[in-house]
């Protein structure tokens, strides 16, 4: 398949173990946060979001976690596993702004089994 | 369901020469969104519509880029006089609202595009 990014961040876990992926964005005026998940030769897959007036949110196997003060967003994933494996990304994005989504940097998760 | 659908899935050109990317959105969604996509980097925005009305382009990088969508379904991102600094992934994606969630964006597969 085709290759994601070839020199990204990269947080190798053991599967079983908890991951915890973290995003510095930029726009204090962002309404929502949102982490993809983007498999190797693949479009980006919507994992969750979360609104600005929120600090935590979770999911299945998932939580989000946003610290607006130092804009600082987290993705933690409970039990890892091999599926888990590929690159993730956050975005933000302004109510009124059309929903275009800014992405942020990716990291590249690697589980080993 | 069938999902967005983008065509060609690789194309390469030679510089100076125009390329036509197409995207097929999902059935019933009405808004469509252009990103462009650099190896190791998150997708960048360049362009939407909702329906046939293109609404944003403040993100196409120049005017030898384009797009358009005469019938609120199927679009084409052109770019005239292809440079190398073109090459990218070119990703569409759709959206049931024209407002909402951005969650509610789905991806396609992308066009990669290679410059020689």
């Known amino acids: 398949g085709e290759s994601v990014g070839l020199h990204l961040p990269t947080l190798s876990v053991q599967e079983g173990d908890n991951s915890i992926i973290n995003c510095a964005y930029s726009n204090s005026a962002s309404d929502y946060f949102i982490w993809y998940k983007q498999e190797s030769g693949k479009g980006p897959q919507f994992i969750i979001d979360?609104?600005?007036?929120?600090d935590k949110r979770q999911g299945q196997r998932v939580t989000v976690l946003l610290n607006k003060t130092v804009k600082h967003l987290s993705l933690q994933i409970a039990a890892t596993q091999p599926g888990d494996s590929a690159v993730y990304f956050c975005a933000e994005n302004k109510e009124n702004a059309g929903n275009m989504l800014t992405f942020g940097g990716g990291t590249r998760l690697m589980v080993k089994p | 369901g069938a999902g967005v659908s983008q065509s060609p899935r690789y194309k390469v050109t030679k510089r100076g020469q125009d390329v036509a990317l197409r995207c097929d959105p999902i059935s019933g969604h009405v808004s469509l969104y252009w990103y462009r996509q650099a190896l190791g980097q998150g997708p960048e925005f360049l362009t939407y519509?909702?329906?046939?009305?293109?609404?944003?382009k403040s993100g196409l990088p120049n005017d030898r880029f384009s797009a358009e969508r005469p019938e609120g379904s199927i679009s084409t991102l052109t770019i005239q006089r292809t440079e190398q600094r073109d090459s990218a992934m070119y990703r569409c994606?759709?959206?049931?609202?024209?407002?909402?969630?951005?969650?509610?964006?789905?991806f396609g597969p992308g066009t990669r595009l290679t410059v020689t």
């Open positions: 994606a759709s959206s049931p609202k024209t407002s909402g969630l951005a969650y509610e964006q789905y």
């Open positions: 979360i609104r600005s007036n929120m």
């Open positions: 519509f909702n329906y046939e009305a293109q609404q944003d």
